[in-house]
């Protein structure tokens, strides 16, 4: 199941802004909730590895059974498979929207998803974990464009600093291209992934 309980107060038991807006709280608070969140304590293997992969979990706003998934493709392939697992998370239908600065967060791109905003390739798609392939064109829904949201994202308030090297975007037509696959340093996620596949390999 998906969080949604409070971000700022899951984005404090992590270590890292699950929204721009929780970035304030982490700031002013940088430590975890509740009335222990100050105290020192000794932290185990397990716990550290868990950590991380929550942070990456969450990151993406994916149940376990998807992030297992996704693990579990990644570890069929050549390759480091912490890389590979990041380029999956990262080639999710809803991650690419947030990346291209369709949406402010990946909760915000996840709805637009699902209430079948957004096309690829021509053909509505509803599925947040559907996987985008290289050459693959996204843009947002014709009869979307007007709406208020898009008009906003269109003129350019979410992009981020600094566009994802992998994507072509488009923000004054709403479209962008997959242009190749994304690469674990190109990819803004704070996480030690290597940890993640202990965690998974334990």
Known sequence: MN????????????????????VRYL?????PPGVHGRA???VSDYAL??????????????????????FERA????GKTGELLVTELERRLDALVLRAGF????????QMVTHRHIVVNGRRVDKPSCQVEVG??????ERSRTKSPFQVAAAGAHKLDT?????AVNLPSLQFQLTALPKRAQVPVVCEEQLVVEFYSR
């Open 163 to 167: 566009t994802a090297p992998y994507l």
């Open 75 to 78: 570890l069929r392939k050549e």
């Open 3 to 22: 969080y949604t309980g409070p971000k700022a107060r899951r984005s404090r038991a992590l270590g890292v802004a699950l929204t721009p807006k929780c």
């Open 103 to 110: 949406a402010r967060t990946i909760y915000a791109a996840r």
């Open 136 to 141: 693959d064109v996204v843009a947002v829904a």
């Open 40 to 42: 020192r304590r000794s």
């Open 27 to 31: 700031e002013a608070r940088p430590y």
């Open 49 to 70: 590895r868990l950590k991380e992969k929550q942070r990456l979990r969450y990151q993406y706003n994916v149940s376990e059974t998807q992030l297992r998934r996704a």
